[in-house]
């Protein structure tokens, strides 16, 4: 039986790792088998190649290559961790996705879209996201090039990253059935009670869906 595979999205400082860490705690809790991962990373080649695209000395790298290495980190990902795990029947939550290369490599740097998609399919199989969340929130370019530690993505113009959270509506107005827009409050929790109600409705109505019709 084919496990649910759930996938948080949004822009940079949103509360992605906050959020999906205290959802995978609360799915456990109530008995699923669980799995957290993240992009790109969660293998060791994956964190490799995390490093290499984070790091601000490599200011050179061209979009192209870019978006090829989160594609190879990502292949790595699902034949290595997630496959196996839905394989398994587990509910596996990744912090990032499919969805943040259209919106970070698409939109935001100008890469074609029918492209990324073309090698995306090639990456990933048919292991696609049953639910993705997306959260709604924004930082400026300003904020993000003054934060503490920021990486060579958070470095990049305010107009960038405009532009990405665009790219993520764009993609929610496409897909409303499987993205789900998720407005981030300054209480963390509450923001955490939205993200478990819609996953939990998720998660039954799958269910149901496997059950066998009653005989009459």
Not at 9 to 26: D, F, M, V, W, Y
Not at 72 to 100: H, N, T, W, Y
Request: glycine share 6%; proline share 4%; hydrophobic share 40%.
């Amino acid at each position: 039986m084919r496990g649910t595979f759930i996938t948080l999205e949004g822009p940079e400082k949103s509360g992605k790792s906050t959020q999906i860490r205290l959802l995978s705690l609360a799915l456990k809790k109530r008995g699923f088998k669980t799995l957290f991962v993240r992009e790109p990373g969660s293998t060791k080649i994956g964190e490799k190649i995390r490093r290499i695209l984070l790091d601000k000395k490599h200011n050179e790298m061209s979009v192209l290559t870019e978006m090829m290495l989160y594609m190879s980190a990502r292949a790595q990902l699902v034949d290595q961790v997630i496959r196996p795990a839905l394989e398994k029947g587990m509910i596996v939550l990744c912090d990032r996705f499919l969805d943040s290369t259209l919106a970070y490599q698409g939109f935001g740097c100008g890469l074609d879209v029918a492209l990324i998609k073309n090698v995306g399919r090639i990456a990933i199989g048919d292991v696609e996201p049953d639910l993705t969340l997306l959260l709604d929130f924004w930082k400026s370019g300003e904020y993000l090039r003054n934060h503490k530690t920021p990486d060579r993505i958070e470095m990049r113009s305010c107009v960038f990253h405009q532009k990405v959270k665009k790219g993520y509506f764009a993609l929610a107005r496409r897909e409303p059935q499987r993205i789900k827009i998720i407005r981030v409050q300054k209480d963390i929790d509450k923001t955490q009670k939205t993200i478990q109600e819609v996953v939990l409705k998720c998660l039954f109505k799958k269910s149901s869906a496997k059950k066998p019709p009653l005989r009459s």
